[in-house]
């Protein structure tokens, strides 16, 4: 990112400072120029310096499960009990364990993602439900 036309470099110090917060979200940067439909450009002094390509929301939780594993060294499941627990309540306060309404109903999830549709509300349309894939059965 930058070059000699005066876009802004990776070296700006707005972007020096967005960094670490762009990366914690998984987003990406790229020249302002280059942003689309819902890239977000950021301006300092009022130019455009650079512009975040938001992760996909499916990405999400992958991103933050991947953080919280380069935060503790080593991968999750060979923490101890007591580092478990506080990423669990890392986890619960970013909104991991909150449920959300299914996009579509429950059939056309299982056909488009070949895995079964559980929870008391699964023949509900728009309640809220868990999909275990068939890779976790």
Do not use: N
Request: glycine share 10%; net charge negative.
């Amino acid at each position: 990112m930058g070059d000699e036309r005066g876009r802004a470099s990776e070296d700006h110090p707005f972007v020096v400072a967005v960094k670490p917060l762009v990366d914690a979200m998984g987003g990406e940067m790229v020249e302002p120029g280059e942003a689309q439909g819902d890239d977000v450009v950021l301006a300092w002094q009022g130019e455009d310096v650079v512009a975040v390509r938001l992760p996909h929301l499916s990405d999400s939780l992958d991103h933050i499960l991947a953080e919280l594993e380069r935060r503790h060294g080593v991968p999750l499941a060979e923490l101890d009990r007591r580092s478990k627990q506080s990423v669990v309540r890392i986890l619960e306060t970013r909104g991991a364990f909150s449920p959300r309404p299914c996009a579509r109903g429950p059939r056309a999830r299982d056909t488009a993602r070949g895995g079964t549709v559980t929870g008391p509300y699964a023949g509900v349309r728009g309640a809220p439900c868990v999909l275990i894939s068939s890779r976790d059965r």
